[in-house]
């Protein structure tokens, strides 16, 4: 099995060569569509292929992939972002997959790490749809946050893709303007595009209308889980910003509707008592965040609210209840993940004066 590693690119001087670097050992064909650079892109493109085509942007990003995919001419088309990174280890993973992957596998399926501990360890991944066979010619959709329908026969795979960033990047309106202009002109969004129109409303502060456009994806029932989920999540969030505290509770216990308790919803069901001062009901909740297993294979995971964050508030909740020796206990587990936490360290040493006050 052969790849072709396609890219969209735009003004991507300053990572594109680290990316085309971690993914050279694996890549058979690597498809460069540039959209309109005017910095160095092109030129470093050209040191890793000569496959570089121009592509007239029109914002619409599912246009621009398609047409890399449509360059390729290998057995599976990859897709990559010019701020990712493969790592050393999944570039290995990648090479024994191209060695032993049925030929009936249509779609590949790798783990996205979007962040990162002060120790440079995933904190943060969703699954995304990495590698398709391109006799199947699949189709990306969406003109923004676009993505290409998980259907087919499927393999699931723990290979990680690293999203890294190099600096502190201003907020672009890129993509609202895009859903803007969509909504503008009329068209009707897909509950999909309802959800990441919220996101983005979300991200550039429009509270009000990231609420409206959450409420409206959930109003229509036909979301993905995994988008419900983390809807209701934010949503809760933003009910709280705005002091709509009897939406909060109702918000996110409708996602126990959907699946068993998550982590993340576990935490902010803790936050909510917590900031009632109920530390005993929040303690619960926190604790409970610890214990439910993860099993989702799909789905977006952030690993600090199954450890780091519900074992510190526990630690918290616990000492507010006096009860400094359990206290200290969630404190020390809370530690394996994040050793070096200022919080951590801290917590240390009150809870050292308290229990030593109590001998």
């Known amino acids: 099995m ?20 971690s993914a050279k050992d694996f890549a058979d064909e690597i498809i460069i569509v540039d959209t309109g650079s005017t910095d160095k892109t092109k ?25 890399a995919f449509s360059k390729a001419t290998m057995d599976y088309q990859m897709w990559l972002d010019a701020d990712d990174v493969v790592p050393e280890k999944s570039v ?34 969703s699954t995304r749809e990495r590698l398709f066979k391109r006799s199947k010619n699949y189709q990306w959709i969406d003109p923004v946050h676009e993505c290409i329908p998980l259907i087919g026969n499927l393999q699931y795979t723990n290979i990680e893709i690293w999203h890294k960033k190099t600096k502190q990047e201003v907020a672009s309106t890129r993509n609202i303007d895009i859903y803007k202009a969509l909504e ?19 991200d550039h502060n429009d509270i009000e209308n990231a ?9 229509t029932g036909l979301g993905w889980i995994e988008d419900v989920v983390t809807c209701c999540h934010q949503l809760a969030i933003e009910y709280k910003k705005i002091g709509a505290e009897g939406k909060i509770l109702p918000t ?28 005993n009901q929040a303690f619960k909740w926190f604790d409970l965040a610890t214990k439910v297993e993860i099993y989702n ?11 780091y964050i519900p074992n510190l508030e526990a630690c918290v909740c616990l000492s507010f209840l006096g009860d400094y020796q359990k206290a200290n206990e969630y404190n020390e587990k809370a530690s394996v993940s994040r050793p070096d936490c200022p919080s951590v360290n801290q917590n240390r040493k009150y809870l050292k004066v308290m229990l030593e006050s109590y001998l």
């Not at 030129?43 to 047409?67: G, H, L, M, Q, S």
């Not at 998550?262 to 109920?278: S, W």
Request: with cysteine.
């Open 2 to 21: 052969k790849i072709s590693l396609c890219l969209i690119v735009k003004n991507e001087e300053d990572v594109l060569g680290r990316c085309l670097e």
């Open 43 to 67: 030129e470093i493109a050209k040191r890793f292929t000569d496959n570089v085509y121009d592509f007239e942007w029109i914002n619409d990003f599912a246009a621009a992939r398609n047409f």
């Open 92 to 125: 290995q993973e990648i090479n024994d997959l191209k060695k032993t992957l049925s030929d009936d596998v249509e779609i590949v399926t790798m783990k996205y790490v979007l962040s990162f501990d002060q120790n440079n360890n995933p904190t943060f991944h």
């Open 184 to 202: 503008k002109s009329g068209i009707e969004f897909s509950p999909r595009q309802l959800y990441y129109y919220a996101r983005e409303l979300k």
């Open 211 to 219: 609420i409206i456009y959450y409420e409206k994806f959930l109003a």
């Open 252 to 279: 996110l216990l409708k996602t126990f509707e959907y699946d068993t308790p998550r982590p993340e919803i576990c935490c902010e069901l803790g936050y909510y008592y917590k900031e009632k001062q109920n530390y």
């Open 297 to 307: 294979d799909i789905g977006f995971v952030f690993s600090d609210y199954s450890c």
